[in-house]
């Protein structure tokens, strides 16, 4: 792994509201802290990423799992989803979430990239 | 590029060391430049230094493989520019506990020409805790292919010196410790030649996912041969019961064919044609993986979604 960031960001940290029953969409553009920014992960030959619900953050099992996309990944705008069934899964009450991308870096065909695991967002989920 | 805003260290021989509090995101890869300057704040020449450092749950407590964590440090721009790097990997981090998530940490500076050692910074580690960690749970879970089996079928790496270096191995075995890693070894006599994919020092520490597997010649497997079938079915090797696939475990896999010239896919078609199609009726995707130098470890190295 090399020895730099891959990314240079500070992580959001936000608290979600939400509705039971319904489907839920929350966008998060993510900044370059040296450009301001949005952060292109496109230029990456690989980036996933993914974001799970625990009710304790101790706890082994998850609450949910946020479908997590790109909105645009050229101006790193991330898109977290939950359909109404998952929504509606949820037990009213506090939450904790988190969103984490995997970039890999690889310069050429034939040479290992750089794999690079970075929190992008983090915060409580209030489910009403 | 380092942050122009990285925080200033002083060293020199004088007085007590810096302090700088770590905060970690567990489960994510954490970097810190810190701009290790002299006593007129100057940035410090830091040729001829190496560096160490541990994160422990508090001072004085003991190593053990949960309180006492390695942290790596390079240089990056230069080491004469003064700046150096920590990083606490994500890999690390997951030893970190939820509960009373604090730690701390120091760096040890050791000039080599003299031995001469000294603390160049300490402090707290403050951790983060994490929710998401990439690789945990089942296969459903595993985004990236932490678990893949990886199959590489290849003749020669030009006596090894076209294989994986052995930083390269080991790199790989510290960021997929659970990926299987097979290598199956087209040959006209039925008998694997080791020698002709890696050298003697790497073949002493590469784990095979055949593992201590000894049925097939009463020594564990580190190369199994297959047939250069030629196209032709009679002749094909059976590579999906070869590498003990269990039907219903898995629904992906990554495969690398070599095709850089001593063989090709033509090599062993039918085999090929044999393994795809056991994969389909297995319900099995096969992730097909390419390297054109010969290098049997690099297609397996990264994402493997």
Known sequence: MANKKLINIDVIKKDLMIPRNVDYEQLFTINDNSTGTGVSFSGFSSSILTSKVKQNPNSTSFAATFTATYSDASSGIIKL???????????????????????????????????????????????? | MPNVNSPKIEFDKKGSSSRFNLDVNQYADNYYNLKIVG??????????????????????????????????????????????????????????????????????????????????????????????????????????????????????????????S?????????????????????????????????????????????????????SEIKVHPVNRDGGSADNASDWFDIVGIQTGTITKLALFVDVSGSMTLATVAASYAKFIGTCTDAGITVRQESNSVEDWLEPFSGILA
């Open chain 2, 39 to 164: 006593s007129g704040g100057t940035a410090y020449n830091l040729t001829g230094f190496g560096f160490s450092g541990t994160i422990r749950k508090h001072i004085g407590s003991s190593s053990t493989s949960t309180d006492t964590i390695s942290v790596g440090f390079d240089t990056i721009g230069g080491q004469s520019v003064g700046i150096i790097t920590a990083k606490v990997t994500n890999s690390l981090t997951t030893s970190f506990t939820k509960i009373s998530p604090r730690y701390t940490y120091d760096i040890i500076a050791t000039e080599h020409s003299s031995g001469y050692k000294r603390q160049l910074v300490s402090g707290d580690v403050n951790v983060n805790v994490g929710i998401t960690q990439v690789g945990s749970g089942d296969e459903g879970d595993d985004i990236i292919g932490q678990n893949r089996i990886c199959i590489a079928i290849i003749d020669e790496s030009n006596n090894g010196d076209n294989a994986p």
């Open chain 1, 81 to 128: 989803t939950l359909t109404a069934d998952q929504t509606k899964a949820l037990k009213s009450g506090r939450y904790f979430y988190d969103v984490v991308v995997i970039n890999e870096d690889k310069p050429s065909a034939d040479v290992a990239g750089d794999l690079h695991t970075e929190r992008l967002v983090q915060g409580q989920l209030i489910v009403e």
């Open chain 2, 166 to 218: 052995i930083a390269e191995y080991n790199t790989f075995r510290e960021t997929f410790p659970n990926r299987k890693h097979y290598l199956l070894q087209p040959v006209s006599s039925g008998v694997a030649d080791t020698s002709k994919l890696m050298i003697s020092s790497l073949e002493s520490i590469y784990v095979s996912g055949f593992g201590t597997d000894t049925s097939f010649n009463g």
